[in-house]
């Protein structure tokens, strides 16, 4: 399929579980690709990886002048940017409030929400200068409610949800749509090895048993929502949110029959 020939697409945060799955699928549907990452030694093997039309530019996402050079890397090496995916992300090690660290704290919203604003600051002219485009900001089941021990990564994700609502209102008739995803418990490293400083991974907590359907997600079910979403067949939609976490929200399926 070749939904996005000839258009080309940032993912942040690129080389990692999911950032790598979209990078991939963008790449297979005709993009060219700039995978933004912190990781040379891993972005550029990608890049050599997918060949032609794949492109790697190191990104620190919460540094204004890395963005620019990155949004410059997107227009000088292909012409122009149509699709900005702001997925970079990093979880906190779980403690309760009262013994979280301020300096974690403020890393956490450092790259989660900082690093979503200043990558729709800085790309907003170039999907302007491309006649518009699609931003999708990869938000979290953790933003639509509380969990306990995650309080930075819960804030910087509920954050991103007023964050991308604005930017809606604002580009809206610049012909830049923005939206957020909102995955569940993915089958990634985020998920099942433990963030810095923590002893357990997030899946140690989690049982897919309850989920109306009960599996872990895998980064291709998020890629396929967010081709869709950046892609023409999602014109009339901006400011939308999407949960794609296989029911874990909904509460606990039923066990048995009811008597």
Known sequence: MTRFRSQTALVTGGTGGQGASHVRAFHAEGANVVIGDIDADRGAALAEELGARAHFTK??????????????AAEDTFGG??????????????APIEHT??????????????????????AAPALRRAAGGSIVNIASTMSIGGTAHYAPYVASKWAVRGLTR?????????????????PGVIATPFIN???????????????PEPFAIPR?????????????????AAAFITGSEYVIDGGLLL?????????
């Open 216 to 232: 872990l997600g895998e980064p291709a079910d998020v890629t396929r929502l967010l081709l869709f979403l950046s892609s023409s």
């Open 101 to 122: 660290d301020q300096a974690i704290w403020s890393r956490i919203l450092d790259i989660n929400l900082t690093g979503t604003f200043l990558g729709m600051k800085v």
């Open 59 to 72: 990104l620190d996402v919460t540094d204004e002048t890395s963005w620019s050079a990155a949004i410059r």
């Open 193 to 207: 090895e433990p963030a810095a400083g923590a002893t357990a991974a997030i899946a140690d907590f989690y049982s």
């Open 251 to 259: 509460g606990p399926a039923l066990q048995s029959e009811p008597v």
């Open 81 to 94: 940017l149509n699709v900005l995916v702001n997925n970079a992300g990093v979880q906190n090690p779980p």
């Open 166 to 182: 604005t930017a809606a209102l604002e580009l809206g008739r610049d012909g830049i749509r923005v939206n957020t995803i909102h």
